[in-house]
T-cell receptor, first 111, second 115 residues
Framework: DAKTTQPPSMDCAEGRAANLPCNHS???????VYWYRQIHSQGPQYIIHGLKNNETNEMASLIITEDRKSSTLILPHATLRDTAVYYC????????????WGAGTKLIIKP | DSGVTQTPKHLITATGQRVTLRCSPR?????VYWYQQSLDQGLQFLIQ???????AKGNILERFSAQQFPDLHSELNLSSLELGDSALYFCASSPFNGVAGNTIYFGEGSWLTVV
């Protein structure tokens, strides 16, 4: 599975959009981009995933560049409860087991 | 609530002992995964089962073993425990095996403290 690069930390003001970048320049054609978050010592929470097209659900939007070498997770109206470590993971469509976890981005939402 | 249930939530035991962690996957999910997260560390994949059969192994110690039962619940057995085994152990599940876009959902974890 391809590796990802994320900034170690970011701040965002409450009520503003939080934009979390992820680089995955070696991504292969069948690899999906997944986003999870982990609020301190809780179980990782699935947020969203995508292959080529931009995706949106009730939690967030995922914007994938046309060359698929990078993506951005957007939390449209960040709240204090969105403070967490956010993980960007690329995973092959035929990968049946592992999610390879990096260090993620520590997102701090400030009032 | 992800639908993945883990018990116990917290466990304190002594070195050299053996413990069993239990996981009930989401309804209908056939795959179960176990992960370990030590203090301030990332998640390390341990092992995966699919419909009762072992499908993949990660960094699982020989002192650790797991199984998935016919009702699809899974148990992770940790024996000859050492201080360094203190960690959060997560169970996760997904519907299938090897399907594109197959999302994995995590339980809330079992805190193991070895003293």
């Amino acid at each position: 599975d391809a590796k990802t690069t994320q900034p170690p930390s970011m701040d965002c003001a409450e009520g503003r959009a939080a934009n979390l970048p992820c680089n995955h320049s070696t991504i292969s054609g069948n690899e999906y981009v997944y986003w999870y978050r982990q609020i301190h010592s809780q179980g990782p929470q699935y947020i969203i995933h995508g292959l080529k097209n931009n995706e949106t659900n009730e939690m967030a939007s995922l914007i994938i560049t046309e060359d698929r070498k990078s993506s951005t997770l957007i939390l449209p109206h960040a709240t204090l409860r969105d403070t967490a470590v956010y993980y960007c993971i690329v995973r092959a469509g035929d990968s049946n087991y592992q999610l390879i976890w990096g260090a993620g981005t520590k997102l701090i939402i400030k009032p | 609530d992800s639908g993945v249930t883990q018990t116990p939530k917290h466990l304190i035991t002594a070195t050299g002992q053996r413990v069993t962690l239990r996981c009930s996957p989401r309804s209908g999910d056939l795959s179960v995964y176990w992960y370990q997260q030590s203090l301030d560390q990332g998640l390390q994949f341990l092992i995966q089962y699919y419909n009762g059969e072992e499908r993949a192994k990660g960094n699982i110690l020989e002192r650790f073993s797991a199984q998935q039962f016919p009702d699809l619940h899974s148990e992770l057995n940790l024996s000859s425990l050492e201080l360094g085994d203190s960690a959060l152990y997560f169970c996760a599940s997904s519907p299938f095996n090897g399907v594109a876009g197959n999302t994995i959902y995590f339980g809330e974890g079992s805190w193991l403290t070895v003293v």
